[in-house]
């Protein structure tokens, strides 16, 4: 990547990633679909002339030239899969990378992850309430990279961490969770009165993250 690269960013949310890419006097443009994340995006990085924000859908957007990378982080499964691999290898400059991040929180051996299970069964009864997936059972983008028939796949690298939370903070993290904005309050409050008693009761509960990260070029 020059020092001086071009970067588009896809989903570029509230610019968790966009402000270091800025920081670097990379030429980021990021194309966000959300009307109130692009506007706040945009005055946050104001003071970098090098950061451009679009406010539109990555399938539909017209882009302006070539880029060196394209990177996404936590967005890139939200985009067509019929495009996000062809319109990336079209903006690419030859030789240029594509880079995907998505974080997931994957099982540990805290028993909080099979018991809390009976609070969303009493609240938000589902067949698919479950305790998230192990590590070794989350997967990479290389095989659709590679079917893609555009992109190579380079790199994939897998990161773990740790994070303990106590009942609040536990609570704070999984308001922000879309299944959650999306319940009805008096449902949101049932439930997360349950799993702060839940959490409450052992002190604190360990969440595991694992970002996979897939880095893919152009064929030529
Ligand atoms: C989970 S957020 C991640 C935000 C940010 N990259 C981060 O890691 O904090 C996913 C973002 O992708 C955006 N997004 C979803 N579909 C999109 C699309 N088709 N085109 C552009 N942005 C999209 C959403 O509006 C949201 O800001």
């Not at 539109?56 to 060196?68: A, H, K, Q, T």
């Not at 985009?79 to 290898?89: G, N, Q, Y």
């Not at 839940?198 to 880095?215: D, F, G, P």
Request: aromatic share 8%; glycine share 4%.
């Amino acid at each position: 990547m020059p020092d001086t690269g071009r970067v588009l960013e896809i989903g570029c949310g509230t610019g968790q990633a966009t402000l270091p890419l800025a920081e670097r006097g990379l030429d980021v443009v990021c194309v966000e679909l959300g009307a109130d994340l692009a506007a706040f995006t945009r005055r946050k990085l104001a003071a970098f002339p090098n950061v451009r924000i679009v406010n539109e859908r990555f399938e539909s957007w017209e882009p302006d030239g070539e880029f060196d990378a394209v990177v996404s982080f936590t967005a890139f499964h939200w985009i067509d899969p019929e495009v996000r691999f062809a319109k990336t290898s079209r903006i690419l400059r030859r030789g240029g990378a594509l880079a995907v991040v998505e974080p997931h929180t994957v099982l540990n051996d805290d028993p909080f992850w099979t018991e809390v299970q009976e609070d969303y069964d009493a609240v938000v009864p589902s067949p698919e309430n479950r305790p998230p997936l192990r590590a070794e059972e989350i997967g990479d983008l290389i095989d659709e990279i590679d079917a893609s028939g555009v992109l190579r796949n380079v790199a994939v690298r897998r990161h773990r961490w740790d994070v303990r939370y106590t009942a609040d903070e536990y609570i704070a993290l999984i308001a922000t969770y879309s299944p959650n904005l999306d319940r009805d309050e008096e449902t949101r409050e049932r439930l997360f009165e349950r799993i702060h008693r839940r959490v409450a009761k052992q002190e604190s509960m360990l969440t595991t993250y694992l970002a996979t990260l897939n880095v893919a070029t152009t064929l030529v």
